[in-house]
T-cell receptor
């Protein structure tokens, strides 16, 4: 069965500093990985995805994520955090085959301090 | 263009009553998903539709929960005899079916409160 772990419930960074939100996954086949962001009282918004190819994926709002197959990780990164990046971030995985279910982690609350 | 639309945005109901939550997906999206978001619990998968059929309904918590989709478009999630533990935000999402790399597009959710 596919699963996702986000080991940190909260991450705090200072504005202008780099940020990392961690994600590890478990699938039996090839992973299809996604990051979503949720702002207060809003639905989830798609940030970026890894399907195949380059291990460094670039997405919306200056975010990027690095796929590491040996460590089964897909950490979200941004070189310079903004206060407006403060939100709840979710990692998700889907494995191939006939199952289109997307399994989400429990989320990481990112707070960027001015 | 129009995104995923969910109604109502908020619903307060008494314990034991039935509720219906509606989802109108993005036009042309054949896949439709229901998730439940509770505080501190992340997103819990409930059910997935491809067209009008539900190949995966493994996440429905009990037989009080059911969902249907008609005309390959609008979906309704029904909770019978609601309990306080059903209180949560119910999120609907749609995507292009048959494509593993297709991201889900989410609605703003229905916040259900059972008193």
């Amino acid at each position: 069965a596919q699963s996702v772990a986000q080991p940190e419930d909260q991450v705090n960074v200072a504005e202008g500093n780099p940020l990392t939100v961690k994600c590890t996954y478990s699938v039996s086949g090839n992973p299809y990985l996604f990051w979503y962001v949720q702002y207060p009282n809003r639905g989830l918004q798609f940030l970026l995805k890894y399907i195949t190819g380059d291990n460094l994926v670039k997405g919306s709002y200056g975010f990027e994520a690095e796929f590491n197959k040996s460590q089964t990780s897909f950490h979200l990164k941004k070189p310079s955090a903004l206060v407006s990046d403060s939100a709840l971030y979710f990692c998700a995985v889907r494995e191939g085959g006939s199952n289109y279910k997307l399994t989400f982690g429990k989320g990481t609350l990112l707070t960027v301090n001015p | 263009g129009a995104g995923v639309s969910q109604s109502p945005s908020n619903k307060v109901t008494e314990k034991g009553k039935d509720v219906e939550l509606r989802c109108d997906p993005i036009s042309g999206h054949t896949a439709l998903y229901w998730y439940r978001q509770s505080l501190g619990q992340g997103l819990e998968f409930l059910i997935y539709f491809q067209g009008n059929s539900a190949p995966d309904k493994s996440g429905l918590p009990s037989d009080r929960f059911s969902a249907e989709r008609t005309g390959g478009s609008v979906s309704t999630l029904t909770i019978q005899r609601t309990q306080q533990e059903d209180s949560a935000v119910y999120l609907c999402a749609s995507s292009l079916g048959g494509m593993y790399n297709s991201p889900l597009h989410f609605g703003n959710g229905t916040r259900l409160t059972v008193t």
